[in-house]
C-alpha cells in the first residue's frame, strides 16, 4: 500500500506540467485568495469566455494552490531519493570500515557521536546558512545528520557479522580485507540498510519541508510544500487551502515511505518471515 500511494505521488510530480491548469509561478492579484473550487470566467480579445477554476484555491498573490502542490511534489521526491542514496552509499562505507577495522571504530564513532548530538534539524540549518540557498545546499545540509544514522547501522551490523565463523574461515584461509568485506560482509549488511534508506528518506523529506517552511531552505519562488504553506501562514485562520492541501500531501507521502520501510522490514528480515 505505501508503494502504491508512493508510486501515485511520483506520478503526479512527473506529470504536472501537463496536469497543471496554470503556471506555478504566475502572479495574478485579481485572483488573490481565492477559495477551493472557486472559477474565474476571462474574456478574451476575440469576445470568447475562458473559465478557470481553481481546484485548491489560490494564495495571497493569486498563484493556483494546486499547480504549485503538484509541482512541488517534484522537489520533496527529488530531496528525499536524493538524501537517501548519497547517506546509504557515504555511511555504507564509513561503516564497513569502522565496523571491521578495530583500530578505526573509536575514531570514527567519536565522530559519528558528536555529529548526532546536534538534532537535526539545527545541524541542517546551520549548514545551509553557511552556502547559498539553493536545491543542492539543502540536500547537502541534510546528508551530514542522516550519514552517522546509517554509519551506526552499519557498523553494528559488522561487528555482529566480524564473529561468524565462516568470517573466521576465510581469514584463516588468507582473504585480504576488501575482497573479504565485499564477499562476505556487504551481503549480509544491505537488507537493514534497505530499510533506512526508507526512513532516511521521509526524514529528509520533512526536514526539507520544515527548512522551507522557516525559509532558509530552497529559495521562496520554488514551488515546494514548505514554500507553500510558509506563505499561507500569515493568512491561515482566514484561509486555511494554503496549508491544507500541501501539509496533505506531505503526511501522506511520509506515511507511504514509512509504510514501504515497514513492508521491506517484514519481508527482509528472517525473523519476522517465519512469524508471518
Excluded at 27 to 42: F, T
Aim: proline share 6%; hydrophobic share 55%.
Amino acid at each position: 500500500m505505501g508503494g502504491a500511494i508512493l508510486a501515485i505521488i511520483l506520478l503526479i510530480g512527473l506529470t504536472a506540467p501537463w496536469l497543471g491548469t496554470r503556471d506555478p509561478s504566475q502572479i495574478d492579484p485579481i485572483s488573490r485568495n481565492k477559495r477551493p473550487g472557486a472559477v474565474r470566467v476571462l474574456t478574451g480579445a476575440d469576445g470568447r469566455q475562458v473559465s478557470t477554476t481553481y481546484w485548491m484555491g489560490t494564495d495571497s498573490l493569486g498563484r493556483d494552490i494546486y499547480s504549485r502542490v503538484l509541482y512541488g511534489a517534484r522537489v520533496s521526491l527529488l530531496v528525499g531519493v536524493s538524501v537517501a542514496l548519497i547517506s546509504v552509499a557515504v555511511g555504507l562505507a564509513i561503516g564497513l570500515l569502522a565496523g571491521y577495522l578495530r583500530w578505526l571504530d573509536g575514531f570514527v564513532m567519536r565522530i559519528m557521536d558528536g555529529l548526532m548530538a546536534v538534532p537535526a534539524i539545527l545541524l541542517a540549518i546551520a549548514l545551509v546558512s553557511l552556502s547559498t540557498a539553493g536545491l543542492r545546499a539543502v540536500i547537502l545540509a541534510i546528508v551530514i545528520p542522516e550519514v552517522p544514522r546509517v554509519v551506526r547501522l552499519v557498523r553494528s551490523v559488522v561487528l555482529s557479522i566480524r564473529e561468524e565463523p565462516y568470517v573466521e574461515a576465510a581469514i584463516a584461509l588468507g582473504a585480504r580485507t576488501v575482497p573479504l568485506i565485499m564477499r562476505h560482509v556487504l551481503p549480509n549488511a544491505l537488507a537493514p540498510l534497505v530499510v533506512q534508506a526508507t526512513y532516511v528518506c521521509a526524514s529528509a523529506i520533512v526536514i526539507e519541508a520544515l527548512l522551507s517552511f522557516l525559509g532558509v531552505g530552497i529559495p521562496p519562488e520554488t514551488p515546494t510544500w514548505g514554500n507553500i504553506m510558509a506563505e499561507g501562514r500569515a493568512l491561515f485562520r482566514v484561509f486555511p487551502h494554503n496549508i491544507l492541501f500541501p501539509g496533505i500531501f506531505l503526511a501522506a507521502t511520509v506515511l507511504a515511505v514509512n509504510i514501504m520501510g515497514d513492508g521491506l522490514r517484514d519481508s527482509l528480515d528472517p525473523r519476522l518471515r517465519k512469524r508471518l
